[in-house]
């Protein structure tokens, strides 16, 4: 169902693979802009020290997020790794899009779909990968970063297969492609992207 009729909001949804850098260049995009936050997306993963209770996300357990699906209070949901939901919250989508917000988030290829076709008018799929001309190249690229920064072995294999199959096949279905080969030029791509999109709907970008 398309949701998007008259509504003046935006939302700018970051997509790829662990390790391609779109959480880094959203804090910059964050940094930048005194008027665009996260989009606090619903999660039951332990919350970090440099987060805040729904800012980044709505830290809930398992039991919590199991009352939401039933209530019908996600838009949608998946268990992106093993033991780890996330799912975006219905309400929250609908009232940053009626109030003329803009929003910024960091969603998973399913969940970015979704999204996107509720409301097409409203949301653009930002795909943030890492050079290569393959979807083979572009892992090697991944997995060198994983190992660089230490992530388990395990974990290494699953982001990868994910990558392979799920994350990197779906950039040709987003409306923009950033290659992070330098985080620098990566920001402001991002940003001429934002700078576009905010100028094409008459919002203000009220860079800080």
């Given at each position: 169902m398309n949701s998007s009729e008259?509504?003046?909001?935006?939302?700018l949804v970051m997509i790829g693979p662990g390790g391609a850098g779109k959480n880094a260049i959203m804090k910059a995009i964050i940094k930048h802009y005194a008027n665009i936050q996260q989009l606090a997306t619903a999660t039951t993963r332990d919350m970090r020290s440099d987060e805040k209770q729904g800012r980044e996300h709505l830290f809930v357990s398992l039991q919590q997020f199991e009352a939401m699906i039933a209530k019908g209070e996600l838009l949608e949901y998946q268990e992106v790794t093993p033991g780890k939901f996330y799912g975006i919250p219905r309400q929250t989508v609908a009232d940053c899009l009626k109030n003329a917000e803009v929003r910024i988030a960091d969603i998973e290829v399913l969940g970015a779909e979704k999204l996107a076709r509720a409301y097409p008018e409203n949301v653009v799929q930002v795909f943030v990968t890492v050079p290569g001309e393959s979807i083979d190249e572009q892992s090697r690229?991944?997995?060198?970063?994983?190992?660089?920064?230490?992530?388990?072995?395990?974990?290494?294999?699953?982001?990868?297969?994910?990558?392979?199959?799920?994350?990197?096949?779906?950039?040709?279905?987003?409306?923009?492609?950033?290659?992070?080969?330098?985080?620098?030029?990566?920001?402001?791509?991002t940003r001429a992207i934002v700078e576009k999109e905010l100028a094409r709907r008459g919002l203000s970008g009220a860079p800080q």
């Open positions: 008259n509504l003046p909001g935006l939302i690229v991944l997995e060198g970063r994983m190992r660089g920064r230490d992530d388990g072995a395990t974990d290494i294999q699953h982001r990868l297969e994910r990558a392979r199959t799920l994350e990197l096949p779906y950039q040709s279905q987003c409306d923009y492609v950033v290659v992070n080969g330098a985080l620098a030029a990566a920001i402001d791509s």
